[in-house]
């Protein structure tokens, strides 16, 4: 949750702040702190690096376990995405006990659900739906979409206009509940076979541990890059997915005053 600022005068330091950094007398500020992540797989980058960027993230399911949140915001978690929903019938156990914990830390926060190729979007919007508060100062939904491989349930693989057709309805249905237009991750495989480019009016958060998205996604504008899968962060046992916001501070700060609701 982004913490509430409240308004004073237009001398007071939280002015000021907001002037040196382009953003509007009332817009929220959220926490920033520089990343003090490492890597259990550190890539050599070729090229623009995540280092590039002011204002990283985690997202988490389960397998992260207990998350010491204030340890995690002061090392650099400046945003934090969560496994929610998958399929029709499917609760991420941690997720209540992570969104809890992450807005108590003041960390702005949202949610993703992993689409299921063997139900329809619509049954699965309103799953997310039923699971996922409409909570004040939450970042827009999430919708997770890439291909499963090791689905016990379902293989299936369908054509490229069916899953862009799925994706808008769910979206769609979403968008309408939560007053906010959803976000869209995917991976470099997905993306391709499905010509997901083609849907537009999303931010888009790509996944691309080898190489900057520029290259990787050539002329896919995005919002959040997934630049690992085996960040380690103070305040997580274990391996935890990075992510950077595709912009500066003063981007972030003004994005969030845009979108989160």
């Not at 382009?22 to 929220?28: T, V």
């Not at 926490?31 to 890539?43: G, W």
């Not at 890439?146 to 769609?172: L, Q, Y």
């Not at 931010?203 to 960040?231: E, I, M, N």
Request: aromatic share 14%; net charge positive.
């Amino acid at each position: 949750m982004i913490a509430a600022s409240v308004l004073v005068g237009c001398g007071s330091k939280q002015y000021q702040q907001r002037h040196r950094e382009g953003l509007a007398p009332s817009a929220p500020i959220a926490t920033v702190n520089p990343p003090q992540f490492s890597d259990a797989k550190p890539h050599d980058w070729n090229g623009r690096s995540p280092d590039g960027y002011s204002v990283h993230g985690i997202d988490a399911s389960r397998w992260q376990g207990e998350i010491d949140w204030k340890t995690a915001q002061a090392n650099g978690v400046s945003f934090a995405i969560f496994k929610a929903t998958e399929g029709g019938d499917i609760i991420d156990p941690a997720f209540d006990t992570y969104w809890k914990g992450a807005g108590a830390a003041g960390i702005p926060r949202g949610a993703y659900h992993f689409f299921y190729f063997c139900r329809p979007a619509i049954e699965q919007a309103r799953w997310f739906i039923r699971h996922v508060p409409r909570s004040p100062g939450a970042l827009p939904p999430v919708l997770d979409m890439e291909w499963n491989a090791h689905s016990p349930t379902c293989t299936k693989r369908p054509d490229a206009a069916h899953v862009r057709r799925e994706a808008n309805i769910f979206m769609d249905a979403l968008e309408r509940h939560y007053g906010q237009r959803p976000i869209l991750y995917t991976t470099v495989d997905f993306f391709t076979d499905n010509q997901m480019g083609r849907l537009t009016g999303y931010d888009f958060w790509l996944r691309s541990v080898a190489g900057h998205p520029s290259k990787v996604y050539p002329g896919q504008p995005w919002r959040f890059w997934q630049y690992s899968g085996t960040g380690l962060v103070p305040g997580i046992k274990g391996k935890v997915d990075l992510n950077a916001f595709g912009g500066s501070r003063s981007d972030w700060q003004n994005w969030l005053a845009s979108r989160a609701r």
